[in-house]
């Protein structure tokens, strides 16, 4: 960017269409709001500031850019879109560069088409705005532009006439300017149309006006889908998905059903990973090279060291590390714990708070006890310790190295290093008594019946 950028997103709309507490621009796809994903897309091309102007529910925005630079501004009333832009303009006045207007529910805006439309500038333009070639016009806005891309004209869906209506190049709503030209431009923005709205694309109309040159820059129309519904949300996570694996695969991991596999927005996954089906990637999922990671698990918060073996029927929750060659079977979970290299829980277990040594085996059924319902608690497996099926380990208390803990033993004090540790009642021995037993019962019933 050969000029400092200013981005200015609305996000003032109510949202209606969602039906939802939570506000829009918030709902997640892939685990992150749509908001910051748009933010993170144009953030790439180096933004030096950024105002969100918010409505309804500005401390649910306010909350979410916690830490992230951004200012929060509030259009009240809601007169439209000129009118919400122009709410920025106290944030940005001491700002002297490009000023691009978006919108918050436009997630996908990507920072390629940002630097596109900035450069259409440097051409001696004024305005440059975003334009796309839906399959359906539908209510679009409309640009009418010659063929070297000069706009002659923007105009609203409901302003259009028939003949305008149709055009198919449909304006996105996303524009730029210079700061001392934003401001200008919209300022002189009326409300004169059918809705009786301050209209964002009269910017455009207005610098027309004035004889100066306005450029349009096209793009594909998945780049500029707009999210008001949570039919379209669920669409915008298919096509985020769909990307997501060509991605992967790309990359060099094998995906065995790629439609069945669900990624979070940060999930990283290295070369030769091998991911069967029905696996769901929660957000924070490192997986390095080699990894195999079997069918019907979820993972979450979770970093795999290359050659672990996961699941199938695995959960890994935040805080689970799964060091080189580590495997967790069926029907394990793992919760803030380490699993050391070569260490294994094949099936069964419930592993929490935890760090189990190198080489460590537990067998199934076993669980680390670490709530008392007020406190978590940490257990330590020592290396190469073998820890017997059905075992409960109370927490706090450490294995040491080589330990065994006997099947069925319920640990509740320190086991010391190369000790065998058995924790269980007396195994009684009483020959035919479940002989008399059956026999008792058998006579009892049939007296009982007669």
């Not at 996570?237 to 094998?254: L, N, V, Y």
């Not at 979970?333 to 829980?345: D, S």
């Not at 020959?431 to 019933?445: I, L, N, S, T, V």
Request: proline content about 3%.
């Amino acid at each position: 960017m050969s000029q400092s950028l200013a981005v200015i997103v609305l996000a003032a709309g109510k949202g209606t269409r969602m039906k939802s507490d939570l506000h829009k621009v918030l709902h997640p796809i892939a685990g992150h709001p749509m908001l910051l994903h748009l933010l993170g897309s144009i953030g790439a091309v180096g933004v030096a500031r950024t105002v969100i102007v918010a409505g309804d529910r500005r401390e649910q925005i306010e909350a979410a850019l916690a830490g992230t630079g951004s200012e929060v501004v509030v259009q009240e009333p809601q007169l439209g879109t000129a009118h919400a832009a122009l709410q920025a303009k106290a944030a940005l006045a001491d700002f002297s560069g490009l000023v691009l207007v978006c919108f918050g529910d436009v997630p996908f805006l990507a920072a390629s088409t940002v630097r596109r439309l900035c450069d259409a500038l440097s051409s001696g333009a004024k305005v440059a705005v975003l334009g796309f070639r839906p399959d359906d016009t539908a209510a679009y806005g409309r640009i009418i532009a010659d063929h070297d891309g000069t706009v002659r004209k923007m105009v609203e869906h409901k302003d259009a006439s028939q003949e305008e209506r149709a055009v198919n190049l449909c304006n996105s709503g996303v524009i730029v300017a210079h700061s001392d030209d934003m401001w200008r431009l919209l300022e002189a923005v009326g409300n004169d149309n059918a809705a009786g709205e301050y209209y964002l694309p009269d910017v455009a109309t207005n610098a027309i006006a004035e004889g100066a040159r306005v450029v349009v820059v096209e793009t594909d129309e998945a780049e500029v889908m707009g999210i008001n519904s949570r039919a379209e949300l669920a669409e915008a996570e298919a096509r985020w998905q769909q990307r997501r694996r060509r991605q992967a695969m790309d990359d060099g991991a094998s995906l065995v059903a790629p439609e069945t596999v669900w990624f979070a927005w940060d999930t990283k996954l290295g070369r030769d990973v091998l991911v069967e089906p029905n696996v769901v990637f929660g957000p924070g999922v490192s997986v390095a090279d080699g990894v195999k990671i079997r069918g019907f698990c979820h993972i979450e918060g979770a970093r795999l060291a290359t050659g672990v073996e996961v699941g199938p029927y695995a959960r890994l929750r935040p805080g689970a590390v799964l060091e080189e060659k580590a495997k967790v079977g069926n029907f394990v979970e793992v919760k803030k714990a380490t699993m050391g290299k070569g260490a294994k829980a094949n099936h069964l277990a419930y592993i929490g708070d935890a760090e189990v040594g190198a080489g460590a085996n537990i067998g199934a059924g076993t669980i680390t006890c670490n709530y008392d319902g007020y406190f978590k608690y940490k257990t330590v497996i020592g290396e190469r310790a073998f820890i017997g099926s059905n075992s409960a380990l109370v927490a706090p208390v450490k294995i040491g190295a080589d330990a065994i803990v006997a099947a069925g033993s319920a640990v509740t004090r320190d086991v010391m290093d190369g000790e065998l540790r058995i924790v269980r009642g007396e195994q009684l021995v009483k020959p035919g008594w479940a002989d008399r037993f059956h026999d008792a019962m058998k006579k009892k019933k049939a007296e009982k019946q007669g």
